[in-house]
């Protein structure tokens, strides 16, 4: 039951620190398109922070339908890598979440259409690493297994010494 309980608290932390996640590359996702929209001229680097509010790099680039980069920050994921994700962002109306190996790290990917001002629809992808989020998971486990670990100690050693001072039935009567 111990156990059952640690790993049912440690998926909703993870869900509720992937939602956090998500929420912030969302917000950012839709300044930068609205910021395109608005002034194409504007580079990415001048829109996005180098980092989140927490510390996090946050990374964009911006593809048109056939590939081409029209848009990046200084460390965007490599165009063959957000190529993939921009194809299936155009295909779709709503955007993608999801976690996957990009360039040989494990990141957030959030892709998602844009409308240019002059008509043109192109994809945003923006990538997050994942990293904190991995570390942060760990220590909650590493903290939930001894936690676990010493309450089922905790009631063995009490559950034995309530059994020694029960009152044995043939020594009552």
């Known amino acids: 039951m111990v156990a059952a309980s640690a790993v049912v608290f440690w998926l909703a932390f993870r869900s509720a620190e992937l939602s956090d996640l998500d929420r912030s590359m969302s917000a950012q996702a839709q300044v930068l398109t609205a910021r395109v929209h608005d002034h194409p001229e504007a580079g990415l680097n001048n829109v996005l922070p180098a980092e989140s509010a ?3 790099a946050v990374e964009a680039i911006i593809l048109d339908g056939t590939g081409q980069v029209l848009d990046q920050t200084s460390r ?3 165009p063959a890598a957000a190529s993939s994700w921009a194809r ?25 259409r844009a ?4 008509g043109r629809v192109v994809a945003l992808v923006l990538t997050r690493p994942t990293r904190e989020l991995q570390q942060a998971l760990s220590l909650v486990a590493l903290y939930l297994a ?12 009490l559950g034995c010494w309530l059994a020694g001072r029960a009152p044995r039935p043939g020594g009552v009567i």
């Open 54 to 56: 927490e510390g996090l």
């Open 76 to 78: 965007a994921p490599s």
């Open 88 to 112: 299936k962002a155009l295909q779709r109306t709503v955007p993608i979440l999801a976690t996957a190996r990009i360039d040989g790290h494990t990141k957030r990917v959030l892709a998602q």
């Open 115 to 118: 409308q240019l001002a002059d």
């Open 146 to 157: 001894v936690g676990a670990a010493a309450t089922v100690a905790a009631a063995t050693a």
